[in-house]
């Protein structure tokens, strides 16, 4: 009798095409992470850069026209009436609040003169600098890194441009606005005021009775004698403390916002070169080529930080495949010939 031996019956099947899906992993896995470092770096940046960038465009192209809710001139403020305070209460009458700032794009000769009078004019009025940027010549050391220390609220400024922040009382905003005309040709003014009264006044009411509940609730512990009262009573002085803190914080934010102003003055020359494109087929297709390049740097980036780990995923598939294929065979079995 003759004997077969016979192994385990085995299939081939075509081998499967992995790395386009790991390519549509990694693109869907690096993107994200991408941009959430990109936005991490520059989103402190984007809040002044809609300031500033406003104004210096306009200055570029010399329009006169003023923005979205912007009034024609700083000394356009919309005029209200004495607001009560909430009914029943003894609150006395406020007057309007308004919260008011200015932009101003000025052509001039020199910029370096130019700054120094706005800081003149300024300190004249009684107001302070808080921000200056002045660039006359392109800096081989790239100048002061955005979005790090005092410059993350600063917008970037090009060659032969300066851009000033300043803050004045509130009540010689207009004044300052009309000196600063003075310095050169204006291509671009607009102004800009929010009524802040019911905010105030809500917030003023609120005040007092939270004094009160913080008065009271510390007497009931003075006179507190077990220690479960002790303890509620404790958590309640904090918590009604941390709410009159917060009120008492939120107003002088407000008394701040109404009684100064912010005005950003934007000064450039006629060697300062002129905005791009933003309208148009042409203007468009700048956007669409520049949103593509941002997209290649967020993928780019997201692929940099996962690199690491990338390696670290690499190495253990190749152990797992180099394991897989050292594994001992199947023993085979002796199977007797039917024939036989």
């Known amino acids: ?15 499967r095409r992995l790395w386009p899906w790991a390519v549509l992993l990694l693109v869907a896995v690096a993107f994200p992470v991408g941009l959430q470092f990109r936005s991490g770096a520059d989103g402190s940046t984007g809040s002044a850069a809609s300031i500033g960038a406003g104004p210096e465009v306009a200055a570029r192209s ?12 700083p000394g356009a403020a ?20 308004l919260a008011r700032s200015a932009w101003l794009g000025i052509k001039v000769s020199d910029l370096m003169a130019a700054s120094g009078n706005v800081r003149s004019l300024t300190a004249a009025a009684g107001g302070q600098v808080l921000s200056e940027n002045v660039v006359t010549a392109p800096d081989p050391t790239s100048g002061p890194q955005m979005g790090s220390g005092a410059n993350q609220s600063v917008p970037p400024v090009g060659v032969d441009e300066a851009r000033l922040t300043v803050r004045v009382p509130a009540e010689k905003l207009d004044g300052l606005v009309t000196e600063l005309s003075r310095i050169g040709t204006v291509s671009y003014r607009s102004s800009q ?34 220690l479960s009262q002790i303890i509620q009573l404790e958590n309640e002085v904090t918590r009604r403390q941390a709410d ?11 008394d701040r ?7 950003t003055v934007s000064l450039w020359t006629s060697a300062t070169p002129a905005a791009p494109v933003t309208t148009g087929f042409v203007g468009q297709l700048r956007e669409a080529w520049s949103g593509l390049l941002d997209s290649v740097a967020t993928l ?24 897989w294929a ?15």
Not at 62 to 73: K, M, N, R, T
Not at 257 to 263: E, P
Not at 326 to 340: I, M, W
């Open 193 to 226: 005021s929010e009524d802040l009264t019911d905010t105030y006044v809500d917030t003023s009411a609120r005040i007092g009775p939270m004094r009160d509940a913080v008065a009271q609730a510390r007497a009931l512990l003075a006179k507190a004698t077990s």
């Open 62 to 73: 010399g329009a006169a026209q003023d923005g979205g809710s912007a009034a024609s001139s």
């Open 78 to 97: 919309p005029q209200q009436a004495p607001t009560q305070g909430a009914a029943g209460t003894d609150t006395p009458v406020v007057g309007p609040k």
């Open 257 to 263: 916002r109404t009684s100064t102003s912010d005005v």
């Open 1 to 15: 009798m003759t004997t077969i031996t016979r192994g385990p019956l085995r299939t081939f099947r075509r081998p």
């Open 300 to 323: 780019v980036t997201g692929v940099a930080v996962l690199l690491p780990w990338l390696v670290v995923l690499l190495v253990v598939a190749l152990l797992a495949r180099r394991w």
């Open 244 to 254: 009159l803190d917060s009120l008492e914080s939120r107003l002088a934010t407000l």
């Open 326 to 340: 050292r594994r001992p065979a199947p023993a085979r079995t002796s199977v007797p010939d039917p024939a036989d």
